[in-house]
């Protein structure tokens, strides 16, 4: 079926990606008219927010404004910490690590156990909250993030105690104070997947969220004062790069942990070479699915839109580049057409939305930039989504590329956003080989109907996680991470608690 085809089954008018009027079809059955379902649980923002350190809040100093991507409008006023208050924030998490570290395991097990059940219970508030403050769609924040979050809390509290156990024959000790610094794509999940190892093994911590999407880790700050956490173990510090590039030369850290983009995570891993600060990146992707002629193609179809559209692409690990064998090419491209047109774009507080906002104008611009450059490179662009945009806010219309060629900008650098890059192979060895020809190695998929090939093809991509007929999966117990310009170092598992220990 033809984009034209497609636009004239499906009756819906909206506007296309230049503002003009459009005509996009699903086929019958495929997208249905819901009403909307909003989340309607109001949670309570303060005006403004001061950092915790030492366990109290500062007062708000020099703030900048964290606003809802979805309407524009602004939620809280946040600070920006100086490079005076990361250093007495360090100073803090310093003084908190000598009776932090000597506390009886299961005591601190204890501690970690209470938070990961708070998160629990204020589990509502926290999806809502997470949605108003990135543009994730609510079904997402929560029936993923959030519950991971808790999961990760769990999960590390039962390490606690065990930690002789997940390294036999040598004896643990905490590293130290720990500066940690995460992105916006997944806010209070990097915070738990930095935060719970780091406190299971003995350290001290000193967070910043991202500039955009501050409030959950400002809430989790909250629960670790509610559980009665002792001031200084876990400090939250806001604040844009400049905080984040204070906490990067300060020489009090013992460990720095990043995630983040490729570019800001080589300035940090200059900053911590040049004291020998131990450090892990978690960084930048363009991970490549493979599709095989002997696949099941619906589930590799769903799969891949899961891929690249959940959390609107703003995923390092989203399948943003996919390889499909030559022979079932025009099959693949008909049905993720079909799927595509049937995802709904929109309010992120509406439980049936799939793609919410993009998390801000920087982003969106730079989505737009690679859409652009996709076309005038002679890649064909299929925008089949019929979803109306809302007036305000910054939207992004998921799509994907065909006639992409591996020389293409949009087939080489991660565009962070909805855009899928198509290409074909003819052969396994030349779908490895393409899929390996790029600077990162973060993730991949492979989608095919043979045990043999699954371990044949895995063994051979150079990527940290590997899916197989499946996509985007998370547990705390995997470890997570990359290979070459993806990062070092793994988070998740007992490879990501080595990354929090000195062993003996
Ligand atoms: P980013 O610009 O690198 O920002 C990440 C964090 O670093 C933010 O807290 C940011 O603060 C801070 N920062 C900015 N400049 C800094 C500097 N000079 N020194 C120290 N810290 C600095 O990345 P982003 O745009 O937020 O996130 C998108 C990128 O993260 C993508 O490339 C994505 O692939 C990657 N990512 C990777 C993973 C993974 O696990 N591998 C997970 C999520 C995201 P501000 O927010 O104030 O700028
Ligand atoms: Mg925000």
Not at 65 to 81: D, R
Request: charged share 20%; with cysteine; aromatic share 8%.
């Amino acid at each position: 079926m033809t984009d034209t085809q497609l636009a004239h089954t499906n009756g819906s008018t909206t506007l296309d990606r230049n503002g003009s009027t459009a005509d996009h079809i699903a086929p019958p059955g495929v997208r249905w008219n819901y009403a909307a379902a909003p989340e309607t649980v109001k949670v309570t923002i303060e005006p403004r927010y001061g950092h915790y350190i030492n366990g109290d809040w500062t007062k708000p100093n020099s703030t900048f404004t964290t606003e809802n991507p979805a309407t524009q409008k602004p939620l809280s006023e946040i600070s920006n910490a100086s490079a005076a208050q990361v250093d007495t924030a360090v100073k803090a998490a310093r003084a908190a690590l000598g009776p932090w570290s000597k506390l009886p395991a299961k005591e601190r097990a204890k501690y970690i156990f209470r938070i990961a059940r708070r998160i629990q219970e204020r589990s509502r508030e926290l999806a809502i909250l997470e949605t108003m403050d990135s543009g994730k769609p609510i079904k997402e924040s929560r029936d993923v993030d959030i519950p991971l979050v808790a999961q990760h809390f769990f999960y590390h509290a039962g390490w606690a105690d065990k930690l002789a156990y997940a390294f036999p024959g040598a004896t643990p000790s905490p590293i130290g104070v720990c500066g940690q610094i995460i992105p916006w794509n997944f806010p209070l999940l990097m915070a738990a997947w930095k935060l719970a190892p780091a406190l299971a093994c003995g350290n001290t911590c000193v967070l910043k969220p991202a500039e955009t999407t501050p409030l959950t880790a400002l809430r989790l700050a909250e629960i670790c004062h509610e559980v009665g956490l002792p001031k200084g173990v876990v400090n939250i510090i806001t604040g844009d790069g400049r905080t984040g590039a204070a906490m990067a030369s300060h020489p009090g850290f013992d460990k720095l942990a990043f995630t983040g983009s490729t570019e800001v995570g080589k300035k940090i891993a200059l900053a911590a070479a040049s004291r020998g600060t131990k450090l892990t990146l978690e960084l930048g992707g363009k991970s490549p699915h493979i599709i095989f002629d002997d696949a099941s193609i619906d589930q590799a179809v769903e799969g891949i839109i899961q891929g690249i559209y959940f959390n609107q692409g703003e995923v390092c690990c989203a399948g943003s580049r996919l390889f499909v064998q030559e022979n079932i090419l025009d099959q693949v491209v008909a049905k993720l057409k079909i799927r595509l047109a049937s995802l709904r774009v929109g309010d992120p507080m509406d439980k049936n939305t799939d793609v919410g906002a993009v998390n801000s104008k920087a982003q969106l611009d730079q989505i737009n930039r690679y859409i652009a450059l996709g076309q005038s490179e002679g890649a064909q662009i299929h925008d089949v989504n019929p979803s109306t945009l809302p007036s305000s806010g910054y939207w992004c219309r998921p799509c994907f590329f065909t006639g992409v060629q591996p020389s293409h900008t949009i087939a080489r650098e991660e565009i962070f956003g909805p855009v899928l890059s198509i290409l074909s192979f003819r052969t396994p060895e030349e779908a490895i080989s393409r899929a390996n020809n790029t600077p990162y190695g973060l993730a991949a998929g492979i989608w095919t109907d043979k045990g043999s090939k699954i371990f044949e093809i895995a063994r051979k991509l150079k990527a940290g996680v590997v899916w197989c007929n499946t996509y985007n999966k998370f547990d705390p117990s995997s470890p997570f991470g990359g290979f070459k310009e993806s990062g070092f170092g793994r988070e998740g598992g007992v490879q990501g608690l080595r990354a929090y220990v000195n062993l003996h």
